[in-house]
């Protein structure tokens, strides 16, 4: 059930970015807003989406295989993919509810291509990321590549504003950054919110994954007290072999462990994945 909501939320996201940035692409002007058409990439909104959307996409074959093949896992490197995209759209989601939002007013900023932007795609993301993505514990040195797009963002944004500026064919300040505020205040602001925003995504989705892993040991534990864990390995091959519509073996590397830890058997997980694969080639 984890991994089939992962495949549909992740599905969902992906679609959702599509829709909102082929909205933003075929309106050419919007009095409301400067940036349409292709100038839309310019916007963090949308870049940040992007970035969420694309690691999205990346879960979706794991999740299609863990469905496939009854072992959902997803690599470390995308996991943290998904912490650096989902900090990302969770700054857009914040700063347009308590800044955009006030100012602009809640319907201009939650409507149209922003129903996704700045609404669905940052709160589906981030529950996706801290209820169904369990598979790797983020590292607190791993949380510091999140910090990576805003300040890429940033800098190109004050190059591009107060650099070149708008009459010499840069930005003009269409978030205010620079003109409403002083610019050191937008800083002062924009990188502790980002900073708490990691640290608060980390905590969750770590939260949740130690939750998963502590539900999944007690009930190892207590399915396989006192049972000879050979056989019981030598069943899940022969079962894998016969039910799973795959030509590829899959050594259920994660299950296998939880297992033997669980238990009071002296079978090693080395032991126990050969014996999988031996089992499964007879």
């Known amino acids: 059930m984890q991994c089939l909501f992962a495949l549909i939320s992740a599905g969902i996201v992906a679609v959702c970015v599509c ?40 879960c979706l074959p794991y999740t299609v295989d863990g469905i496939r093949t009854g072992y959902y896992h997803l690599p470390d490197w995308v996991v943290v993919l998904m912490h650096v995209a989902v900090t990302a759209v969770s700054l857009t989601f914040l700063v347009s509810l308590f800044i955009l939002a006030p100012v602009k007013g809640f319907v201009l900023i939650f409507s149209g291509s922003r129903f996704f932007l700045h609404g669905v795609c940052p709160v589906l993301c981030i529950v996706a990321f801290c209820c169904f993505i369990n598979s790797h514990l983020i590292k607190l040195s791993e949380s510091v590549l999140a910090l990576i797009p805003v300040l890429i963002y940033a800098t190109v944004y004050v190059v591009m504003v107060v650099v070149i500026g708008e009459e010499r064919g840069g930005w003009n300040d269409f978030y205010g950054f620079t003109t409403r505020v002083p610019i050191w205040v937008s800083f002062a602001v924009i990188i502790p919110l980002t900073v708490g925003i990691i640290l608060l995504l980390r905590l969750g989705h770590n939260k949740c994954c130690i939750r998963r892993r502590h539900k999944d040991a007690a009930l190892y534990r207590e399915a396989y007290k006192g049972a000879d864990l050979k056989q019981v390995v030598e069943k899940m091959a022969a079962s894998h072999k016969s039910e799973l519509k795959t030509d590829s073996i899959v050594i259920p590397l994660q299950t296998i462990g939880y297992m033997i830890q669980s238990s009071d058997n002296d079978l090693d997980i080395a032991e126990g994945c050969r014996l999988y694969l031996e089992t499964y080639l007879k």
């Open 19 to 58: 829709a909102g940035v082929t909205m933003n692409l075929v309106t050419p002007f919007d009095e409301n807003f400067d940036h349409m058409g292709l100038r839309t990439f310019c916007m963090f909104t949308v870049d940040s989406n992007i970035l969420a959307g694309v690691s999205m996409l990346l």
